[in-house]
């Protein structure tokens, strides 16, 4: 079964980071764009972070210069590192992934995406 998988969320102090990872199980396949999203409580699901393979990256204002994403061509992830995290960080982070179509349940898919992962910044 062909699955995105996050992983890397949790709870941390103010101040402190992590780093967010995100893979796709049961099948190979070839990153075009990663994205990272996220959902506050109460709050609609906002674009984080951009990468495209070979290409620029984009961040939302609110993150520039904290939060660093990246494709691990190795691993075959894409990788968010969040530092300097405040609580206003805290939320559901999606991954979103564009990726050279696959087979899924009888159909060509390239837009994948995860379960979430919570992160919880205490102040």
């Known amino acids: 079964q062909v699955q995105v998988v996050e992983s890397g969320g949790g709870l941390v102090q103010a101040g402190e980071s992590l780093t967010l990872s995100c893979a796709v199980s049961?099948?190979?396949?070839?990153?075009?764009?990663g994205f990272w999203y996220r959902r506050s409580p109460g709050g609609a699901r906002i674009l984080v972070a951009r990468v495209r393979d070979g290409g620029p990256t984009t961040y939302a204002d609110d993150v520039t210069g904290r939060f660093t994403i990246s494709i691990d061509k190795v691993k075959n992830t894409v990788d968010l590192r969040m530092n300097k995290l405040t609580p206003e960080d805290t939320a559901v982070y999606y991954c979103n992934l564009d990726v050279t179509p696959i087979e899924i349940d009888g159909r060509y898919e390239h837009d994948l995406w995860g379960q979430g992962t919570q992160v919880t910044v205490s102040s």
């Open positions: 049961g099948e190979t396949v070839n990153i075009h764009t």
